[in-house]
């Protein structure tokens, strides 16, 4: 079966740089959501979309930003990187009949240097 | 708010027996959604088995099985017949029924030995 896609699965960027994060749910899903699990720590909510708006809204900073497009894929972006967005981000998706059942992609390891 | 407690940190068991994980949780609510995720050293968030909160029946997958005591607030995962593979870090995670976001505990390491 399909799973989550999410690009790149490695990303290392130097402080104050940008970053662009990609999810592609699984097919036929309408609901995308971010999570930040950082090193030894538990998954932490970031944002959600449904039907291409906004859902919900966790602990995102506002250096970040996020969106889904038509075709259902979403886009983290991050701005202004600190050595302490290093983490692994994780996209995933939920959508019919088990729609409150979220389903994780392998996630972004992202380093800040 | 809700808060997800996993009073285990570290558990082991041996190959073909059976182990049972912890979780309780704190909430005001009546609907929800309760959750396990086992992580494993790949890093990937696997969804194990989900119970809805007005279901007083315990969800059951294979090998996997749950005590869902509501009043107790106590969410246990039983883990059967264990294998090498279930060696991960299993998360409990819940879910408020009108918001998206899933809470979760601090994660049990769970070690499995031959």
């Known amino acids: 079966a399909a799973g989550v896609i999410q690009s790149p699965r490695h990303l290392i960027k130097e402080k104050r740089e940008t970053a662009t994060l990609k999810c592609y749910p699984i097919?036929?899903?309408?609901?995308v959501y971010w999570y930040q699990q950082g090193p030894g720590q538990d998954p932490q909510f970031l944002i959600s979309?449904?039907?291409?708006?906004?859902?919900d809204k966790g602990s995102i900073p506002d250096r970040f930003s996020a969106q889904q497009f038509s075709d259902y894929h979403s886009e983290l972006n991050m701005s202004s990187l600190e050595l302490g967005d290093s983490a692994l981000y994780f996209c995933?998706?939920?959508?019919?009949?088990?729609?409150?059942?979220?389903?994780f992609g392998p996630g972004t390891r992202l380093t800040v240097t | 708010a809700q808060t997800v407690t996993q009073s285990q940190p570290e558990m082991s068991v041996q190959e073909a027996e059976t182990v049972t994980l912890s979780c309780t949780y704190d909430?005001?609510?009546?609907?929800?959604?309760l959750f396990w995720y086992k992580q494993p050293p790949s890093r990937q968030m696997i969804l194990v088995i989900r119970?809805?909160?007005?279901?007083?029946q315990n969800a059951t997958e294979n090998r996997f099985s749950v005590n869902f005591q509501k009043a107790a607030k106590s969410f246990s995962l039983k883990i059967s017949d264990s294998q090498l593979g279930d060696a991960a870090m299993y998360f409990c995670?819940?879910?408020?029924?009108?918001?998206?976001?899933?809470?979760f505990g601090t994660g049990t390491r769970l070690q499995v030995f031959p």
């Open positions: 995933a998706s939920s959508g019919g009949t088990g729609r409150y059942e979220q389903y």
């Open positions: 097919p036929r899903h309408d609901t």
């Open positions: 979309f449904y039907e291409k708006m906004q859902s």
């Open positions: 909430t005001s609510e009546s609907d929800y959604y």
């Open positions: 119970q809805e909160a007005y279901k007083q």
């Open positions: 995670a819940y879910r408020s029924f009108n918001t998206d976001k899933l809470i």
